[in-house]
C-alpha cells in the first residue's frame, strides 16, 4: 500500500497533547468520490483545534489515528496553486459539516484529498506561506468581524487573548478597516507588538479608554466579564472560542440593560473566504507569523504552539 509522512492524533492526552502527537506514515489518500481530487501540499499552519484534537475534544477513539490539520496551501491535480477550504458538508455530524481533521483526514502530510468546489485559487502575489494562515483562524476572524460583529457599523473594538491565531487575524483586520482596537495579552512582549499593529494594547481585564462597539472572544472563561464590562449599549460580543474554559459565569442584569448581543460563530462560508482573500491581497494585509517550521520538523510547531509564547500563526512550510 503508497504510503506518505503525516503528523496524526495516535491516541489523546489531555494533560500532554504533544505526548498523542505521532508524526510517521500512513496511507496516502484515495479520493472517497468522482468530485473529490487529490491536493499536493506546500504549506499548511497550526490551529489550537489541532491541540484541541490531540486532548481528545471533538474525536472519539474510534476516529483514530486521524491526520491532523485544517488548513492548507497546495497544488491541484492540475498543477495550479489553490487554497483549501477546510469545511466539508458531513452528513450525520450534528452541524452538518466538520472541518478537515474531524472527519476526513487533515492536512498535515504530503497529501490530502478533497471536494473540488473547495479549492480556491491562490491570489497572484501571496506567498504560500502567508495565504496558508488564512482559511481557519484568520476565515473566522473575519466573520466574526464583519458577518456576525457587523464592524462597518462599529468605531471601536477590542480583542482578547491578542497574541493567539486568531485574535491577531482580528486585530489585523480590524486596524486595516480604520478601526480603534483595543487587545489584552497576559505577555508584555506580546503586548508591545500588538501595539506595533497598530493597536492599543492593555492588561487583562484592565479599563478601557471607551466601552466597545464588537468584542472578538475566543479565551472564555478568563476574559469573559471583562468582556462584558467593556461592551458599549447595543454591542456584539462575538464568541468562537473558549481557550481558557467554556463556562464563565454571566451577568444577565448587563445583557438585557446594556441589549448586549452575545453570537456564536464557527469558521466562514466559502464566500468569506474569497472576500478575506480579496481584502488581504487588495490591502496588502498578510497574516501575522510567528515561525515558519519544516515540515519534517513539524513537532517542534507544535510545542512552540503548545507553549503559548506564539505570537500569530505557526506556519508549516511542505516544500523544506
Ligand atoms: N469556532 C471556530 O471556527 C474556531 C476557529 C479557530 C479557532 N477557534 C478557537 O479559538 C481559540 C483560539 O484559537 P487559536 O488557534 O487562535 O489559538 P492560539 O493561537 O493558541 O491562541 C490562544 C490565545 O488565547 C489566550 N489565552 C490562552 N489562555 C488564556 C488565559 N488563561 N487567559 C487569558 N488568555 C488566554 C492567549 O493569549 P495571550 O497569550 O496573548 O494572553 C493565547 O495566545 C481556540 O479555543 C480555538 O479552538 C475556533
Redesign the pocket.
Known sequence: MPIMRAAFASRFDDADPLAALTVGERPEPTPPADDWVTVQLRATS????D??SLRG?GLTEAQLPMILG?DAVGLDPEGHPVVVYPVVVTPGDPRGVS?LSEHFAGTLAERVVVPRSNLVPLPDGMAATDAACLP??W???W?MLTTKGRVADADSVLV??????????AVALAVAMGKRVY?????AG??DR?SALGATAME?GARLPERVDVVIE??????FDHSLKSAAPMARIV???????HEPSINLRRVFAMQLEIL?????TPGELYELLAFCSDNEVRPVVDSVVPFSRVEEGFAR??S???????VIDHTA
Open positions: 497550526l490551529n489550537h483545534h491541540l484541541w475534544v485544517c472541518i481557519t483562524a476565515l473566522t476572524a466573520r482578547q487573548g491578542a497574541g493567539g491565531g486568531v485574535a491577531t487575524a487587545a489584552t495579552s497576559r505577555d506580546k503586548r500588538i487583562p475566543t479565551v472564555g472563561e478568563a476574559t464568541v468562537s472560542g473558549a481557550t481558557s474554559g456564536g460563530t464557527s469558521m466562514g504552539l503548545h503559548g509564547d506564539a505570537f500569530g500563526k505557526v
